[in-house]
């Protein structure tokens, strides 16, 4: 596998909790074997990248949203700045209903996930603002300072 280049102007937030559980000068969520399927970094408000390597016929980088800006008909970017919120939703495909894929409160230097859900991109990683999921193991109230990455794969 490819290890994948980080967008230039990605610079992660020296706080993000997710799901109930914060990282401190961390760099990603997830590294699977050097690809990040989700960047979640610091700007005037969130930048946002999620990708996905999902393919019938090869292993080719799909850009489903980039510095929170769709690049996909079934992704959806709601920016409310008046509440600080930042929602993406994947778009009912199929007879698949509406999910929100993420959900985040931001300030200046740090923001809280409080939904996140990666299934409908190909990772069993889901979670509320009271615990996350990796596969069959759930995590709550840990703290991950200077980590690479929550969950490396």
């Known amino acids: 596998m490819n290890i994948q280049k980080l967008p230039n102007n990605y610079e992660p937030y020296e706080r993000l ?17 050097g690809f ?10 969130p930048k946002i990248w999620i990708y996905s390597k999902y393919s019938r016929y090869n292993e080719e980088i799909i850009s489903l949203v980039e510095q929170s800006i769709s690049c996909n008909p079934r992704m959806k ?3 409310d700045p008046d509440k600080n919120l930042i929602t993406i939703r994947f778009l009912e495909y199929q007879g698949i209903k509406d999910d929100i894929i993420l959900n ?3 300030q200046k230097n740090s923001a809280i996930i409080d939904i996140l859900d990666l299934r409908p991109i190909g990772y069993t990683i889901y ?20 980590m690479n990455a929550m ?3």
């Open 77 to 79: 970017v709601d920016i």
């Open 17 to 33: 909790v997710v799901c109930n559980n914060e990282l401190i000068r961390c760099k990603a969520i997830i590294d699977h074997k």
């Open 104 to 106: 985040i409160n931001y």
């Open 127 to 146: 979670g509320t603002s009271k615990s996350i999921v990796a596969g069959e193991a759930e995590f709550s109230e840990n703290k991950m300072i200077g």
């Open 36 to 45: 990040y399927p989700i960047l979640i970094g610091k700007g005037i408000f």
């Open 151 to 153: 969950f490396s794969i």
